[in-house]
């Protein structure tokens, strides 16, 4: 069995033995401590990279239903139920005297769009008068199409593990594809701004592979290259991994800028 398939029936096992309603987590919070709705985790309290042409807050809401083997996030989906995490009520207070001089959140995860009691924190956020961006995966249309009903969301940045054919593989969960391709359709169409962002991995996500994803999204945006960090990968094997250089990914970068308005590599630890 694959390092990265065992680990997802290894997590499949602990999500069902949670959502039982077994009391063994409870051994894990403090005594009298009611968890947050929302496993909000991180807070960074100033950010110039997370959100286009903003200053923002970036925040992590920990969990998420994918398992690519380059994630450099485990902590956020394995042993996040330990973690400190803010309450959302608090983070408004919090961010209200601040906006003004901030323009807004980007919200990253995991994937934040698992958990409905977003919606609330969002309505919360854009009385007072922050802007929201969006991070995704974009398996959650139902969630997407509430949040551009609500008028919830103003930026969409949606992460593409690889090519639409090779999605189940990468991700080692057994995605509704429709799913992925209506949410990224409605995005696409909502007016709103959005970006779409792909990290190449040797073997994984090469030339080809990227270049397939830049035809299926031709006509973006904005379209962002990102950095492969082996050492944080969830997979072991994948920390072994040579990852692309900066001059590979500028010549992968000059391939693909013109099937998009705009064409960027993320900058590496931001």
Known sequence: MHPSRHRYHEIIGFTNIFKGGTQKTS?????????????????????????P???CMDLTIAGCNYRCPFCPHEDLIFHYIPM??????EFVKMIRPRLGFLDGVSISG????LHRELLDFLKDLKFNGSLV???????????????LE????????VFVPGPIGKYKKI???NIDMEDVENSIQMIRKSGLDHDFRVKPVPGIVDEPELLEIA???VGAPRFVIEYFEPKKSMDSACRHLNPYTEEQLREMKKKIAPFFNETLIKPLSV
Do not use: C, H, W
């Not at 919070?29 to 009611?34: A, L």
């Not at 400190?84 to 009520?89: G, I, N, V």
């Open 27 to 51: 051994l894990l919070r403090r005594e009298k401590q009611v968890e947050p709705k929302i496993p909000l985790v991180g807070i960074r309290k100033l950010s110039t990279v997370d959100y």
């Open 53 to 55: 042409e903003k200053l």
């Open 84 to 89: 400190e995490k803010t309450d959302p009520d």
């Open 110 to 113: 995991g994937e934040p769009l």
């Open 133 to 147: 961006k969006i991070n995704t995966n974009a398996s959650k249309p139902k969630m997407i199409e509430l949040l």
């Open 150 to 157: 609500k008028d919830l969301v103003d930026y969409f940045s």
């Open 171 to 173: 991700v080692n969960y």
């Open 215 to 217: 035809n299926y999204l």
